[in-house]
Every structure is written in C-alpha cells, then in structure tokens.
C-alpha cells in the first residue's frame, strides 16, 4: 500500500464531508480495498464520523474491505448476457478457480465479482479478466485465459 | 485556445476551422466506443498509426478515433472521409490493404462491407445500409464526425451556437417557453415534462439553484447513455448550460458511472476545453451568465440512479431516496432546488433551440416528440444503439433494424425498462415506440433498453432474474421494498425449480400489490412490473411450471423438459 499517494487523495478533500464517496472510490480503485487505518484517517481528515463511513463502505459492493487479488475476474451477468448463458460462463469460472463472487483466492491471485452490464452487449456473454474484455468464450477459452494469469 | 468573448468570434472560429480544413482530405473514423473497445479497436488504432507513418502519409490522412458508431455487433468499425465508406469488423491485419487501396487508390474493399445476410446485397455507405438506414440519428449521428476529445471537431459542426443564440438572442423565459413548446419530455424512465421541471425550479424561492446530468446507466442491457455521453460530451454539456440559464443556476453536476473510465476521461476533458475557450465558467461568450459544473461518480448501485439518492450521493452521503412529498425541484441537492435530467434528455436541448420547438415537435406522436434513442439487444441479430422518432412500430425496429432473431428462432417478446420495466407479447409488436401507449400496456419505457427474447426464453426466469437484480439493488431502507422482493424472488425461484405451489401466483400477486403500493421510492414500487406484466401475458407459463412441473421454453435446469 503506497501509503503517501492515500494521504495525498485525502488531503486533496480536507475538511471536505461533502467528498467522502468520491475519496472511498478513488482510494478503492488505486489500492483495491480499503484497510481500516485509512478509513479512519479519512473520517478524521474529512471530518465525517466513522460509522457512517463504515456504514458506507460495508453496503456497497464497489467497496472492498479485504485486499482484492492480482486479477480481478468479472462476470457480467446484465440482461443481454444473461440471455446469452452468463450463467454457463460463472459455472465454469468457479469451477475452475474455486472461488464464488465476492471472493478472492487463498494466494491472493483472483477475485472474482458479477457485474451488471458492462455497456457491450453486442459481445455477450462478456468477461472481463484483469481490466480487459472478453467475448464469447467457451469454456476452453476460459481456461486459457485463466492460466495466463500468472 | 484563446477565450470567445462573443457569438460573433465563435463564429469566426468556427469559419477558422472550416477554412483550414481540406474536406477532400481522407479521414479515417474509428469507433472506440465500449463495444468496439472490447472486440480490439485500440489494437487497430495503433495499426492504422503505425501504417500511415510507414506508407509516409502523415501529413496525406487524419485519424479520428470516435465514440460508438452505434452498430456494436459488428464492430470494430471503421468510416472512411470523404467518400463515408463503412468498414465492419475490421482487423489489424488489414489495415495495409485499406490503406493501400480505400485510401490512396479509392478502392472499396468487398469483403470488408456490410453484406445483407439474407440477399447477400453488399452496401457501402450508411445510408444503404438497413441498420443505419432506417433509423432518424439526430442525436447520436454526429458521433462518427466528432472525436470526443476535440472540442474543435464539435464547434466544426456548427456546436455551441445554440448556447450562444441562447444567451444572446433569447430571455431566460423565451428558452424555456420553447422546451415547454417542444413538449421535450425525459428520456430517464419516466417521461416527465422538462419543461415543467425547469418552471418549477425557475420558480422555486432560492438564491443558489443546481442542474444536474443523471448518467448512472443503471439499467442492465441500457448503453445509450454512455455512447451518447462518451462519443458526444459537448452535445450533453452544451445542453446543460442552457438549461442552467434557463433555470437560473450557477453550477451543474454531471453524475456518471465509476465503472466506465471513458466517460470520466472524456467529461473532464469536455470540461477543461470548454473553459479554455470561454464556453463553460465565468462570463460565458461574454455574455455575463456564469455557470461551473463538477463531475461525481456514482457507486455502484442501481438505486443511486433515482432522484433522491442521486442527490444525496453528490451530498457524499449514502444513496438513498427519501419521500418526495417535495419535489427535488423545488429542495433537493442541500435543500436547493435541483433540476435533474437524464443525458439524452439534455442533448434534445441544443437543436430545440436551434431549430426551433415548431421543428421538434413535427417529429414523433401527439404526446412523445423527437427521437429515442434504444439500446438494442438480446437474442437479435443486430447488436447496438438505435435512434428512432418517437411512433416508430417495435416490429421496425426489432426486424428493420435489428435484422430479427438469429438461427431462425421466433420471436417471443421484448421487454422494456430493465427491472422496473415489463414485456410485450410478440403477439404486440406492431405498438409504437410511445411513452404511453407502452405503458398502457405493462410495458414502460424506461430509459431505452430493449431486450429483445427468443421462443427460448422462460418468462418466468426473466421475472425471477429481475427481482434477483433488484435484491441487491435497493437500499434496504424501507420494508416493502426490502421484504417484497425478497419473498418474491424465493416464490419465483422455487417456481423455476420446479417447487412451486397451488396458489403462489394469488401470493406473488398479494405482495405484488404491497411492494407496488407502500414502497418508499419508485424502486420498490416499480419492482413487481416484470412479474406483473409476464403474468399478465405468459400466465400459462406459470401455470406449466407450478401445475405440470415443466418448463414450456426448456429453459429452466430443474425442470421436467417435456
Ligand atoms: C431505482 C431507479 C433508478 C433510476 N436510474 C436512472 C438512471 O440510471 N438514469 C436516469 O437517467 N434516470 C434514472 N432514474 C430516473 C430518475 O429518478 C429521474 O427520474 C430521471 O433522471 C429524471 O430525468 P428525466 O426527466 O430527464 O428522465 C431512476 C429511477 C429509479 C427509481
Ligand atoms: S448485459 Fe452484459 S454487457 Fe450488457
């Protein structure tokens, strides 16, 4: 965790209650989760009581309070791929890692989330494997992709 | 870029750019909207770059990397200038050839044109082309001209001029009696008037006042917001602003998803370009009408969508709505009165007040005018956004469009509205695309996504997939909200297992009736539609399933399939 590039995301809002969730999401989307220490740096600088920043953290599922994996595995299972067998696609995800949504493995290497509509419904049903797309895939290919996550 | 200090240097800028630019000079435009993203086009773009620097045609031919084209199946797609050449599913390895060939030599490459899949007729240009041809693209049309990134592209054709006919030539009464004239009516989900929306807010007693883009995009299988926001900020933006004097607010907010990258990167630089030039911060085109706007990103969360919770997430509080026995038109963002409108609903604003609301409201039925934009998807042959004036018959859009259902399967219904939505019986499909006319039958329209379904298609697993959505979806706060999904998402789910009970449907009804009625927001209230109107049309499917334990569409696991 590069502790002073967090500082420096909270200090930017200092004082600032009205910044609490644009300074969780930003903090989330460059460490990947949210340890406790920080969170409560944030309600001190931003000066929002702790609990309502916990009470926010805990409910959205945006927010992670355990260290996500290397690769983030997502699922979309929106309307368009579920007509198109997005369940086939989780099946064999968690067949083949283990893992359920909103889990990660035990060498903190995959997590594995279900998504809504990932805006590309033409390609479904999609994955998205450590920020890139795919389309379509059997379960062959599903492997495949699986292994060159090393 | 030097600041605009009025109508008449905006428009010396824009002859500045016309007169620069060669329009015989090749142009190559291609799509980097999500769809396309996702199937390589970034490969291709860096293709393209490299191959026109090895061919030494640097200075010979522009790249345009543009938002979605609106064709997503067959993508990566590719548009070559002048001569507005459409290439489908293009690849890095082609990229020599239509160089060598489109480009320098003018050649049209057979195999990369659309080929009509039942005739094997291939066409070339948009306006041959049955998906494009058929459809009115006044909002999203532009999006192949315009790269997002360059707010030049936008001034080029003729943008920001109905900002500045605005502040100049017209009161802050006159823009607004227009957009009531043009009955502009939101294209969010729920279809109210804006023009009334704004009156109210006009109206309301309060110093400071807020406009506000919803750009949430919650819907699964909706992505027309994106492709609009993404590929054409300017038109959203320039919208807002008049909106904003309209209104008379000094800062506007643009909510967006934090899951898609593009919108914020292309927003913010919309944003910094627009103030640079003078359109957007203090003294707009000179004009003395000052206007700010801030970008928040939404969390994740379907209801965060709805007014009230949007409101409340901006306030960097949890999304959740509250009572609306106050519109939050008149106390909504700190109490302030806040005007929140949906993207499409604030790119319909330019062209009203360029073109006038006599011009707008010629286009569509009695009571829905304009286009509508329809992120088509689903068990159909043709993938993509759509933009259609209001009236169009579904059946155009599902077969002249879409191109009907692929491997030869019949069509069994299209559904409206996501979750908060319903579906329409094939038997139906020559209803027009009209706010009322879909809601009278069960099916409102929602923020434009329509999913087009199959004769595999289990009705009853669409109702259960949607209150499986919706679970995780609402904010928990209010019970029958809370409560009524989830006990009806286990009736539903033990119903598709193949353990369903005499009487559940008279059950599911009942809470039907409670969550329908005593929900706080229009989440919970909205929540039985897919269930009520697939009862209300597919009731024998139920009935197959809890009487003869059978799923007549064979399409749920548990059960018997005969
Ligand atoms: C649960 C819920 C989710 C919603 N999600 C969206 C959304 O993603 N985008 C949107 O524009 N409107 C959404 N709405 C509708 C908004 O509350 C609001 O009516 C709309 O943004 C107003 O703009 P319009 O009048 O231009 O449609 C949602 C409403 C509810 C109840
Ligand atoms: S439903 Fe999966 S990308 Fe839209």
């Given at each position: 965790?590069?502790?002073?590039?967090?500082?420096?995301?909270?200090?930017?809002?200092?004082?600032?209650?009205?910044?609490?969730?644009?300074?969780?999401?930003?903090?989330?989307?460059?460490?990947?989760?949210?340890?406790?220490?920080?969170?409560?740096?944030?309600?001190?600088?931003?000066?929002?009581?702790?609990?309502?920043?916990?009470?926010?953290?805990?409910?959205?599922?945006?927010?992670?309070?355990?260290?996500?994996?290397?690769?983030?595995?997502?699922?979309?299972?929106?309307?368009?791929?579920?007509?198109?067998?997005?369940?086939?696609?989780?099946?064999?995800?968690?067949?083949?890692?283990?893992?359920?949504?909103?889990?990660?493995?035990?060498?903190?290497?995959?997590?594995?989330?279900?998504?809504?509509?990932l805006g590309c419904c033409g390609l479904g049903p999609v994955m998205e494997i450590g920020g890139k797309t795919h389309s379509k895939m059997s379960p062959a290919e599903i492997a495949d992709a699986l292994k060159k996550c090393e | 870029m030097a600041r605009v200090n009025s109508p008449a240097e905006l428009d010396r800028l824009r002859k500045g750019f016309l007169s620069k630019r060669d329009p015989d000079k090749p142009c190559i435009a291609i799509c980097a909207g999500i769809g396309c993203l996702g199937l390589g086009s970034d490969r291709l773009i860096g293709a393209l770059e490299e191959e026109i620097k090895k061919q030494f045609l640097e200075a010979k031919v522009d790249i345009r990397v543009t938002g979605c084209h609106g064709f997503c199946e067959k993508g990566p797609l590719?548009?070559?200038?002048?001569?507005?050449?459409?290439?489908?599913?293009?690849?890095?390895?082609?990229?020599?050839?239509?160089?060598?060939?489109?480009?320098?030599?003018?050649?049209?490459?057979?195999?990369?044109?659309?080929?009509?899949?039942?005739?094997?007729?291939?066409?070339?240009?948009?306006?041959?082309?049955?998906?494009?041809?058929?459809?009115?693209?006044?909002?999203?049309?532009?999006?192949?001209?315009?790269?997002?990134?360059?707010?030049?592209?936008?001034?080029?054709?003729?943008?920001?001029?109905?900002?500045?006919?605005?502040?100049?030539?017209?009161?802050?009464?006159?823009?607004?009696?227009?957009?009531?004239?043009?009955?502009?009516?939101?294209?969010?989900?729920?279809?109210?008037?804006?023009?009334?929306?704004?009156?109210?807010?006009?109206?309301?007693?309060?110093?400071?006042?807020?406009?506000?883009?919803?750009?949430?995009?919650?819907?699964?299988?909706?992505?027309?917001?994106?492709?609009?926001?993404?590929?054409?900020?300017?038109?959203?933006?320039?919208?807002?602003?008049?909106?904003?004097?309209?209104?008379?607010?000094?800062?506007?907010?643009?909510?967006?998803?934090?899951?898609?990258?593009?919108?914020?990167?292309?927003?913010?630089?919309?944003?910094?370009?627009?103030?640079e030039y003078g359109l957007l911060g203090e003294n707009i085109l000179g004009s003395g009408f000052n206007f700010n706007v801030e970008v928040h990103l939404d969390i994740g969360i379907f209801v965060s969508g709805e007014s009230s919770a949007l409101m409340r997430s901006i306030e960097g509080k949890a999304p959740e709505p509250r009572p609306k026995y106050i519109r939050t038109s008149v106390s909504g963002i700190w109490e302030k009165p806040s005007v929140l409108n949906n993207v499409e609903t604030w790119a319909n604003v330019p062209q009203i007040i360029s073109k006038g609301s006599a011009w707008y409201s010629g286009i569509g039925t009695e009571r829905s005018k304009g286009t509508k934009l329809i992120s088509l998807s689903g068990n159909i042959c043709n993938t993509g956004v759509v933009e259609v004036p209001m009236g169009t018959s579904l059946r155009e859009i599902v077969y002249d469009m879409g191109g009907g259902i692929p491997d030869g399967k019949k069509l069994k219904a299209v559904h409206f509205g996501g979750p908060m939505g319903g579906s329409i019986p094939e038997s139906l499909i020559d209803t027009p695309l009209d706010f009322d006319a879909l809601t009278k039958l069960g099916a409102p329209m929602g923020a434009g996504g329509m999913l087009v379904m199959d004769e595999d298609t289990c009705m009853v697993d669409v109702a259960r997939y949607f209150l499986d959505f919706l679970a995780g979806e609402s904010c928990g706060k209010c019970v029958p909200c809370r409560e009524g999904i989830r006990q009806m998402l286990k009736i539903l789910t033990n119903i598709t297992e193949g353990k369903g009970r005499e009487g559940d449907i008279q059950l599911l009804e009942e809470l039907a009736e409670v969550a329908g009625g005593a929900s706080l927001c229009a989440l919970g209230r909205s929540a039985p539609n897919p269930f009520l109107s697939t009862l209300r049309y597919f009731r024998d499917e139920y009935e197959a399933h809890i009487t003869g334990k059978r799923c007549p569409a064979l399409s749920c696991k548990e059960q018997a399939h005969t």
């Amino acid at each position: 965790m590069d502790s002073d590039r967090i500082d420096q995301i909270i200090n930017k809002h200092q004082g600032q209650a009205r910044s609490l969730i644009q300074v969780l999401l930003e903090i989330q989307s460059e460490n990947r989760w949210l340890p406790r220490e920080v969170l409560e740096k944030v309600s001190e600088k931003l000066e929002v009581p702790l609990s309502r920043v916990l009470r926010i953290v805990t409910f959205y599922k945006t927010f992670s309070f355990t260290p996500k994996g290397h690769y983030e595995i997502d699922v979309c299972t929106g309307t368009a791929c579920h007509l198109r067998g997005a369940q086939r696609v989780l099946d064999t995800v968690q067949d083949l890692t283990g893992i359920k949504p909103g889990e990660t493995d035990l060498d903190s290497k995959l997590s594995l989330e279900t998504v809504n509509c990932l805006g590309c419904c033409g390609l479904g049903p999609v994955m998205e494997i450590g920020g890139k797309t795919h389309s379509k895939m059997s379960p062959a290919e599903i492997a495949d992709a699986l292994k060159k996550c090393e | 870029m030097a600041r605009v200090n009025s109508p008449a240097e905006l428009d010396r800028l824009r002859k500045g750019f016309l007169s620069k630019r060669d329009p015989d000079k090749p142009c190559i435009a291609i799509c980097a909207g999500i769809g396309c993203l996702g199937l390589g086009s970034d490969r291709l773009i860096g293709a393209l770059e490299e191959e026109i620097k090895k061919q030494f045609l640097e200075a010979k031919v522009d790249i345009r990397v543009t938002g979605c084209h609106g064709f997503c199946e067959k993508g990566p797609l590719v548009v070559i200038y002048p001569e507005e050449i459409c290439y489908f599913g293009v690849t890095p390895e082609d990229v020599p050839e239509i160089i060598s060939q489109t480009v320098v030599e003018k050649k049209v490459i057979d195999r990369l044109v659309y080929t009509d899949p039942n005739t094997g007729e291939k066409a070339v240009h948009q306006s041959e082309i049955p998906f494009y041809r058929n459809q009115t693209r006044l909002l999203i049309g532009n999006n192949t001209r315009i790269n997002p990134k360059r707010i030049d592209d936008y001034l080029a054709i003729g943008g920001y001029s109905a900002l500045a006919k605005a502040l100049f030539e017209m009161s802050a009464e006159q823009v607004l009696g227009e957009i009531k004239k043009a009955n502009l009516r939101g294209r969010g989900g729920g279809g109210f008037s804006a023009g009334s929306k704004w009156e109210t807010a006009r109206n309301a007693p309060a110093e400071e006042k807020y406009v506000i883009v919803n750009g949430h995009e919650g819907e699964p299988g909706a992505f027309m917001d994106r492709a609009l926001l993404t590929g054409n900020p300017h038109e959203v933006l320039e919208g807002l602003i008049i909106g904003a004097y309209a209104v008379g607010s000094h800062q506007g907010f643009i909510y967006i998803r934090h899951d898609t990258p593009q919108l914020r990167e292309n927003m913010e630089v919309a944003l910094a370009q627009a103030e640079e030039y003078g359109l957007l911060g203090e003294n707009i085109l000179g004009s003395g009408f000052n206007f700010n706007v801030e970008v928040h990103l939404d969390i994740g969360i379907f209801v965060s969508g709805e007014s009230s919770a949007l409101m409340r997430s901006i306030e960097g509080k949890a999304p959740e709505p509250r009572p609306k026995y106050i519109r939050t038109s008149v106390s909504g963002i700190w109490e302030k009165p806040s005007v929140l409108n949906n993207v499409e609903t604030w790119a319909n604003v330019p062209q009203i007040i360029s073109k006038g609301s006599a011009w707008y409201s010629g286009i569509g039925t009695e009571r829905s005018k304009g286009t509508k934009l329809i992120s088509l998807s689903g068990n159909i042959c043709n993938t993509g956004v759509v933009e259609v004036p209001m009236g169009t018959s579904l059946r155009e859009i599902v077969y002249d469009m879409g191109g009907g259902i692929p491997d030869g399967k019949k069509l069994k219904a299209v559904h409206f509205g996501g979750p908060m939505g319903g579906s329409i019986p094939e038997s139906l499909i020559d209803t027009p695309l009209d706010f009322d006319a879909l809601t009278k039958l069960g099916a409102p329209m929602g923020a434009g996504g329509m999913l087009v379904m199959d004769e595999d298609t289990c009705m009853v697993d669409v109702a259960r997939y949607f209150l499986d959505f919706l679970a995780g979806e609402s904010c928990g706060k209010c019970v029958p909200c809370r409560e009524g999904i989830r006990q009806m998402l286990k009736i539903l789910t033990n119903i598709t297992e193949g353990k369903g009970r005499e009487g559940d449907i008279q059950l599911l009804e009942e809470l039907a009736e409670v969550a329908g009625g005593a929900s706080l927001c229009a989440l919970g209230r909205s929540a039985p539609n897919p269930f009520l109107s697939t009862l209300r049309y597919f009731r024998d499917e139920y009935e197959a399933h809890i009487t003869g334990k059978r799923c007549p569409a064979l399409s749920c696991k548990e059960q018997a399939h005969t």
